[in-house]
């Protein structure tokens, strides 16, 4: 094998090398297909006609600053170097810059969010909100040194009752979108305005692009107050314009919206009044047409002395106040001095009498209550001796005693209330004896009958235990 041999890695940096000599950078037109975008930011994508496809990179960092999204089927031009990728060995394009071709980029980019936006439904009608009936707070976002800020104040300097709470932020360049949507975002939920206006002069597509950004149209779709967006000339056409509640076509008309609404409602009121004075007048002419055609009827001739009376009457009662509380004085008085004499009434007439009386009785009432209490304590006495003589105590206490079955109370009276074989209990006046029954054998008729006692002095069948 003649000729050099080459490693594939050398290899491939040589035909790399002699890519970027010989052909350099290229300008390739063609269809995007395949577009893929990698976690760290990449994006991937195949260019094709209907001759070839070829393999294309774009870097994270050149992606970010595209203005539109690549989409599959998009023509463009891409402008790149061709390298062969060395894990792969397969030719691509390395892109340093992709443009629409047909239509410009930000274009591009301004339809593509347009259509993104209202698939969300963030241009629907039913989402708009009026604007205030009385605007009287209004926020402005706008540059501070711009000629919009002088144009809309000087609109709505005709009206001498509005405060205006100005938010300055950067309307074009980098960093403008965000300023202008955390304004936005600010004096909605300040709870300081009424309505937001959103306002930037006439310029280029270019110019104008903070307006169109995504951040920007979010926040005033989310705006809690109603937004007027007056941006550019009238021609010109932003997504502010469709998010906003109202589209003014320049800055000067959102104030003229504004100052409009207000006058609008002046002219309501001013109108209202005129229709009021109107009705007011109309009812007192009716009044007065009726005052005349009763000025010769008698009762109208006797208004007068009836007003009269009437006054008297009002001058009597107004002075019945004071009278009343005169006479109230009066018998507050005469109620004091007989309050007074009953208290002197018993020391100058009765109180000798009344103590001979009240000692008197008191005797009489403790002599009844001695032979009360004497004859109560004779009753009582003669209840404990009859008491006495009926207990069992006295009875026992005299040589008699009561059995019981063993576990109850009531005495025995007869042999048949026992069995042989249960046990009883003999209450004497001093103990008890319980005893077993061992049978029964006849009934003692007599307190001083000895039948059955065969000398022993115990009635047969019975048996004691101590």
Not at 9 to 25: P, S
Not at 59 to 75: C, P
Not at 140 to 149: E, H, I, N, R, Y
Not at 218 to 244: L, M, N, Q
Request: with cysteine.
């Amino acid at each position: 094998m003649s000729g050099k041999v080459w490693a594939v890695g050398e290899l491939i940096r040589q035909v790399n090398a002699v890519l970027a000599g010989a052909v350099g950078e290229v300008v390739v037109r063609g269809e995007l297909s395949g577009v893929k975008v990698a976690g760290s930011g990449h994006c991937y994508f195949q260019l094709k006609d209907a001759e070839g496809t070829l393999s294309c990179a774009l870097w994270g960092s050149r992606a970010d600053r595209l203005k539109f999204k690549l989409t599959d089927g998009l023509a463009v031009l891409v402008r790149g170097s061709l390298e062969i990728y060395a894990q792969r060995g397969s030719l691509q394009l390395i892109a340093l810059e992709v443009i629409p071709e047909g239509i410009g980029e930000l274009q591009l980019a301004f339809e593509q969010l347009k259509a993104k936006l209202a698939a969300e439904g963030l241009f629907a009608a039913e989402r708009k909100r009026e604007m205030p009936a009385l605007p009287l707070r209004l926020g402005l976002v706008t540059s501070s040194s711009g000629a919009a800020v002088r144009d809309v104040l000087k609109v709505l300097a005709r009206w001498e009752h509005l405060s205006v709470l100005l938010y300055p932020v950067r309307v074009q360049g980098r960093g403008a979108a965000g300023e202008i949507a955390r304004a936005v975002r600010y004096l909605g939920g300040s709870g300081r305005v009424d309505v937001v206006l959103v306002v930037r002069g006439g310029g280029s597509l270019e110019d104008l692009w903070a307006f169109n950004e995504e951040v920007v149209a979010r926040a005033i779709a989310a705006c809690p107050v109603p937004v007027i967006s007056g941006v550019g000339h009238e021609v010109d056409f932003t997504i502010a314009d469709f998010v906003a509640d109202i589209r003014a076509a320049t800055p000067t008309q959102a104030a003229e919206l504004v100052v409009a609404r207000l006058e609008e409602q002046a002219r309501r009121v001013e109108l209202g009044a005129q229709r009021l004075v109107r009705a007011m007048e109309r009812r007192l002419d009716r009044l007065a047409l009726r005052l005349r055609a009763l000025e010769g009827a008698r009762g109208l001739a006797r208004l007068p002395q009836r007003v009269t009376a009437l006054r008297q009457r009002v001058e009597h009662l107004a002075e019945l106040p004071r009278r009343l509380r005169a006479a109230l004085v009066r018998r507050h008085r005469r109620l004091d001095g007989a309050t007074v004499r009953l208290l002197h009434w018993p020391t100058r007439l009765g109180a000798p009498r009344r103590r001979e009386l009240v000692t008197v009785r008191l005797a009489v009432a403790g002599e009844r209550l001695k032979g009360l209490l004497r004859r109560r304590a004779a009753d009582l006495d003669q209840k404990e001796r009859t008491l006495t003589a009926l207990s069992p105590r006295a009875v026992l206490r005299r040589g008699y005693s009561i059995t019981t079955r063993e576990g109850h109370r009531t005495p025995l009276r007869a042999p048949r209330e026992v069995k042989a074989g249960e046990r009883v209990i003999t209450t004497l006046a001093e103990g008890q004896l319980r005893s077993l029954v061992l049978a029964r054998e006849g009934v003692q008729t007599g307190l001083f009958d000895s039948e059955g006692d065969n000398g022993t002095g115990r009635v047969p069948g019975t048996g004691t235990e101590e």
